[in-house]
């Protein structure tokens, strides 16, 4: 976790490592919350109402 790569501050992990490297380094969020807001974002375009339909159609975990 970098705290984001909007965060400015000099006390975390992405200011830190870019001093350490002294290079440009691009900080991005977290890829599975970036997968999450994306898939939540299509998912509320559809027509229908997808959470529920899954109990109709069965789900197992």
């Given at each position: 976790?970098?705290?984001?790569?909007?965060q400015?501050?000099?006390n975390n992990v992405l200011?830190?490592?870019k001093e350490d490297v002294g290079?440009?380094?691009?900080?991005i969020g977290c890829v599975a919350h970036?997968?999450?807001?994306?898939a939540q974002a299509a998912v509320d375009?559809?027509?229908y109402d997808v959470?529920?339909?899954?109990p109709k159609y069965?789900?197992?975990f």
């Open positions: 976790m970098m705290g984001g790569s909007k400015g501050g000099k200011h830190l490592f290079s440009d380094v691009i900080g970036i997968i999450h807001n994306t375009q559809l027509p959470e529920a339909m899954v069965g789900y197992t």
